[in-house]
């Protein structure tokens, strides 16, 4: 599979953004059996979990740091899972990333199958 983030940007303090998780694979890819997680990497910081929707029941799940801030969406037909940002903080400033995995939500980081390169965020004061 090929993951690509995208929608990253410059904002203020507040603010908001989405950023897409894009998802292709062989022909007749289907997105429903996977579940997607996404992990942000501040500089100089480890990367640290943000949530994760599930494949299929599309429950989703998010760390307390960004919970009713941050709402994680997926669109099937469109192979991509979106993550809404809003109240935006400057210690959001870093790079997102989305990873792919049929089980996104319960394997470590460390184990999921397929990652995008990331897309930046900066959050000015």
């Known amino acids: 599979l090929q993951v690509v983030e995208s929608g990253g940007g410059s904002v203020q303090f507040g603010g908001s953004l989405r950023l897409s998780c894009a998802v292709s694979?062989?022909?007749?890819?289907?997105?429903?059996?996977?579940?997607i997680a996404w992990f942000r990497q501040a500089p100089g910081k480890e990367r640290e979990a943000i949530g994760c929707i599930k494949r299929y029941d599309e429950r989703e799940h998010y760390e307390d740091s960004v919970k009713g801030r941050f709402t994680i969406s997926r669109d099937s037909a469109k192979s991509t899972v979106y993550l809404e940002m809003t109240s935006l903080r400057p210690e959001g400033t870093a790079i997102y990333y989305c990873a792919v995995d049929h089980l996104a939500c319960t394997r470590g980081a460390g184990t999921l199958s397929y990652w995008g390169r990331g897309t930046r965020v900066t959050v000015s004061s």
């Open positions: 694979g062989p022909s007749g890819f289907n997105l429903d059996p996977y579940g």
